[in-house]
């Protein structure tokens, strides 16, 4: 008898549970119709037509359904990736800016290959809560254009539209809350005949499905030489935000995700988007969270969905979506910048007992992301400031002390603690022999044994003999390799 072979299919939740099925495609149907007026705005960004970047969002939903690594997180055309690639397209065109976000997703791939995943665990918490922070303010930033000179009726829409979203799920969390505030305002503005801003007044919407083909570039070096800056731009600038909000996501679900896998599956969507004419894009966090936090998605379904039904609502019900009024959107956009943003890291009780270098890490992000635009640049510079947070702050922790003709250094020895070590020897009134107990240090760098170098040639100018004890099995192995070595 041949013995019986156990699947190793794992059934999705949504096929066994109608209930989670209608969640994930009533999510997948509000974050479609939030990423219409995002994607055709990008598009502006970027200088392109706006079909390109609902293409984009179509293409990289549908795929990173498939490729990634952190399931209901949405990818799209994005305002990081349109700032990238905005010079390339108005210097040279769509089938340069094409080309580079293929390269780019190339790039990706490679990036993920290598490991640029575990790169994640060198960001801090501060940086993280900066990074949300500051995203929450940019998406709260990116409505006030749409409430500045606008009918006075925008107003009291927005304010219906908010009113919905927070308390209909105190009644019933069916159907979810910003779908139900979008089908409502959209049918009072035709009703009313109420003339207030709408998504057609965005932009045009396509009228055809997007094709396959490869962009019209010479394939040639001086060709990689123009796109090759800005592949670079796309691959990094992509997988930095798609991590740093796939770590968000994990926090929210309370479940891990697989960044390597994450990684290359953006790698794999963009080129997917390039091929179909797409703009490229990334991880969105303001759409992520409307699918996983406020409409409560946790299955590949709803990114695939949403994907799906933007194609469909801009193709096949374009003249139906560019009647919905944009003070719908607005509010949806408002909630979840509010659901976003870190309050308790703001609160005064945290403040004062938060460290002052944590609470500069976070500043730095936010301040870093605001005045760029960039969310990118704003957690590189967060990074970089809670480097030189934390080696002020080991700096500090190493201590020579004196007993007689030993000192005892203790603490943890590199570029930033080792260079004041020099000045806490009495090199002239030191007996003959002098014994540097180093069993409560420990170095990391070559500056420490450069260091110990320099005390060491000190003592000897002044006809007196050090004698260095105490070091761990790697410190001693590091200091022989390179000690009088340094200077020569």
Not at 36 to 57: K, M, Q, R, T
Not at 72 to 91: C, E, N
Not at 99 to 109: C, D, S
Request: charged share 10%; glycine share 8%; net charge neutral.
């Amino acid at each position: 008898m041949p013995q019986s072979v156990t699947s190793t299919f794992t059934r999705p939740a949504w096929l066994s549970s109608p209930r989670v099925l209608r969640t994930e495609v009533l999510a997948g149907l509000v974050v479609a119709l939030a990423l219409i007026p995002e994607a055709i705005s990008f598009s502006i960004l970027a200088g392109v037509d706006p079909e390109v970047g609902l293409f984009a969002s179509f293409t990289m939903a549908v795929t990173i359904a498939f490729t990634g690594g952190r399931p209901a997180m949405i990818s799209a055309a994005t305002g990081a990736i349109a700032l990238v690639v905005a010079p390339l397209a108005k210097q040279y065109g769509l089938d340069f800016l094409v080309a580079a976000v293929i390269l780019g997703g190339l790039l990706q791939i490679v990036l993920a290959l290598a490991g640029v995943a575990k790169l994640m665990r060198f960001i801090p918490r501060s940086v993280m809560v900066g990074f949300v922070n500051a995203l929450a303010i940019l998406i709260f930033t990116a409505q006030v254009p749409h409430l500045i000179g606008v009918p006075w009726l925008v107003y009291p829409l927005v304010a219906v539209a908010l009113a919905v979203i927070v308390l209909l799920p105190r009644v019933t969390t069916a159907v979810p809350a910003p779908l139900v505030a979008i089908v409502l305002l959209t049918a009072f503005t035709l009703i009313a005949h109420v003339a207030v801003p709408t998504v057609g007044d965005e932009g045009a919407l396509p009228g055809s499905l997007p094709t396959l083909g490869l962009p019209d570039v010479p394939f040639t070096f001086g060709t990689l030489q123009i796109i090759a800056p800005y592949a670079v731009g796309i691959a990094l600038v992509g997988l930095m935000e798609s991590l740093m909000t796939a770590k968000l996501v994990d926090d929210v679900t309370d479940t891990r995700s697989n960044k390597t896998r994450e990684s290359w599956g953006q790698g794999v969507a963009n080129i997917v988007t390039g091929f179909f004419g797409g703009m490229g894009g990334c991880a969105m966090i303001g759409q992520t969270m409307i699918n996983v936090k406020v409409s409560g998605a946790r299955t590949r379904l709803s990114t695939f969905l949403a994907g799906t039904f933007l194609l469909i609502l801009v193709v096949v019900l374009g003249d139906v979506v560019a009647l919905i009024p944009m003070a719908a959107l607005v509010a949806v956009m408002i909630i979840v910048s509010v659901g976003t943003f870190d309050w308790h890291s703001i609160a005064p009780a945290t403040l004062r007992r938060m460290p002052a270098g944590e609470i500069t890490v976070m500043v730095v992000t936010v301040a870093g992301t605001l005045v760029t635009h960039n969310l990118a640049i704003g957690v590189v510079l967060g990074v970089l400031a809670a480097m030189v947070v934390f080696a002020r702050r080991v700096a500090h922790f190493t201590q020579v002390s004196k007993d007689g003709n030993t000192y005892s250094v203790r603490g943890e020895l590199f570029f930033a603690s080792s260079n004041d070590l020099v000045h806490q020897f009495d090199y002239a009134g030191d007996p003959d022999h002098v014994v540097i107990d180093m069993s409560g240090a420990h170095i990391w760098d070559a500056s420490s044994v450069a260091a110990l170098d320099a005390i060491n040639t000190k003592y000897a100018a002044h006809g007196k003999h050090v004698e260095i004890t105490g070091l761990n099995e790697a410190s001693a192995n590091f200091h022989d390799n390179l000690a009088g070595r340094l200077n020569s």
